[in-house]
């Protein structure tokens, strides 16, 4: 919904048009976080989804030197215990929920002891604000062992580990988060519709990495665009949700 990370707001009827056009062809998951737009993607996703919010899964991400109140882009990272707190309490508010399904890390703060981010994490978990947690581009040395101890099933860090096996040539283009979803879920007999965008460095080996990570699933054309254009790509993704004929 946010073609960059810098502040720029989008048409808010469009984008709340696709979330829900999106929803009626089936999609339960959004990804958000609070450095999209700063904060205006939230906003808009909070406000597309209020009518179905208990049928969908919401994800966003802390980890951006933020400023908590006007949205503001300051240099670095912060992971701060008190700033995750903070951040997710605003997250509530943009998103217009009680909880969030699943909050993870956006970067790793070197400054911060990851022990430090999983206690926070762990009190908002505890407090109901936060559902599932995670880490976005870590490596294996941050998750093991100490990240287990804070509530992290070891059979995820297996996934994890499987799916980072696979990931080691330079040309992978896939997310981790992707294919470790990919290594923990039984997709045999499901129907995979990628949609894919990219700035401009194409598609990589990424429909072979999800072909390989879920090999029993039946994967059909989907969609590959290249976000140079904002109104333009909006436009087409629209269009392709439109066009999308799965049998259920």
């Not at 949609?195 to 080996?205: A, E, Q, S, V």
């Not at 990495?209 to 059909?220: D, I």
């Not at 969609?223 to 439109?242: A, F, G, M, N, P």
């Amino acid at each position: 919904m946010s073609r960059t990370y810098q502040t720029m707001i989008p048409t808010r009827p469009e984008m709340i048009s696709i979330i829900r056009t999106a929803f009626d062809r089936g999609l339960t998951f959004y990804d958000a976080a609070e450095a999209y737009g700063p904060h205006e993607v939230e906003r808009i996703l909070g406000e597309g989804v209020s009518p179905f919010r208990d049928q969908v899964v919401i994800a966003s991400k802390f980890g951006w030197n933020i400023d908590l109140e006007t949205g503001e882009r300051r240099p670095g990272l912060n992971s701060r215990p008190d700033h995750i707190k903070f951040a997710v309490e605003g997250m509530l508010k943009r998103l217009r929920t009680d909880r969030i399904d699943l909050v993870y890390q956006h970067r790793v703060d070197p400054e911060v002891p990851i022990e430090d981010v999983a206690g926070a994490v762990k009190d908002l978990i505890a407090e109901g604000k936060v559902l599932h947690w995670g880490l976005s581009e870590m490596g294996l040395d941050t998750l093991r062992p100490r990240v287990v101890r804070h509530g992290c099933p070891e059979r995820i860090l297996n996934a994890v580990a499987r799916a980072g096996r696979a990931g080691d040539s330079t040309r992978m283009t896939a997310p981790s988060i992707v294919r470790s979803f990919l290594s923990r879920h039984d997709l045999s007999g499901k129907t995979l519709v990628p949609f894919i965008t990219h700035g401009g460095y194409g598609l990589g080996n990424s429909l072979a990495v999800v072909a390989e990570h879920a090999p029993r699933a039946l994967l059909v054309d989907g969609s590959s665009k290249h976000c140079d254009q904002e109104r333009e790509t909006l436009r087409q993704v629209t269009q392709w949700l439109e066009s999308i004929q799965i049998n259920r």
